[in-house]
């Protein structure tokens, strides 16, 4: 079983709609990243959490420490959305920096 | 800042011969990283460095060579390319958090190596 589960692996949207994607670990955390990975390959950080919940622009990115769980919504999504989104945690227990992805989430938002 | 660069982007390599992948950041960031990224697999850790001089293995070493002689450079070798070692490989750079957390990583654009 993968550290780092996410869900769903696969999501296509009608452009408006309300998108949720999903990740769950079984480590103990220091902090979770949330990365967009475009068609063209670049990948760019999209929130950085520890805590609580993060906002930027229609982006909205929440965890849940006791849960092990993380959520990252998108509102109105937009064509310009289709990615893949992918989540990484840091475990507390290694020591050194060292993330654990998941296998990430693809995303497709037709017009 | 041009931020995290990699050379080149597109390699293509006879099973056997070596070569070298840069990495270069001007973030003046501690901690860098090489991952790879393989189909239906998240990226994995191949070598990391929290600053000049200090490198340290990730969850798949084998085949890898890294050096860290500057802040800003971190080349990845490939000592006798093996068609397993046909990837994505991405380049990422951060430093240390403010408390015991981890700031964001800033990647490169990657660079597609095929083996033959």
């Not at chain 2, 084998?62 to 397993?84: H, I, M, Q």
Request: net charge positive.
């Amino acid at each position: 079983k993968n550290e780092v589960e996410q869900s769903p692996q696969n999501l296509t949207a009608q452009e408006g709609e309300f998108i949720t994607i999903n990740c769950s670990y079984s480590v103990g955390i220091s902090a979770l990243h949330w990365l967009q990975q475009h068609p063209g390959g670049g990948i760019v950080s999209l929130f950085m959490l520890s805590s609580g919940k993060k906002k930027h622009g229609r982006l909205i990115a929440t965890i849940n420490i006791q849960e092990k769980h993380s959520s990252l919504h998108i509102t109105a999504s937009h064509p310009r959305d289709s990615a893949v989104y992918i989540c990484a945690v840091a475990p507390l227990t290694s020591g050194t920096y060292k993330y654990i992805f998941g296998t990430g989430t693809r995303l497709k938002v037709l017009a | 800042n041009a931020g995290v660069t990699q050379t080149p982007k597109f390699q293509v390599l006879k099973t056997g011969q070596s070569m070298t992948l840069q990495c270069a950041q001007d973030m003046n960031h501690e901690y860098m990283s090489w991952y790879r990224q393989d189909p239906g697999m998240g990226l994995r850790l191949i070598h990391y460095s929290v600053g000049a001089g200090i490198t340290d293995q990730g969850e798949v070493p084998n085949g890898y060579n890294v050096s860290r002689s500057t802040t800003e450079d971190f080349p990845l070798r490939l000592l006798s390319a093996a068609p397993s070692q046909t990837s994505v490989y991405f380049c990422a750079s951060n430093n240390r958090g403010r408390s015991r957390g981890y700031n964001e990583q800033f990647f490169g654009p990657g660079t597609r190596l095929t083996v033959l």
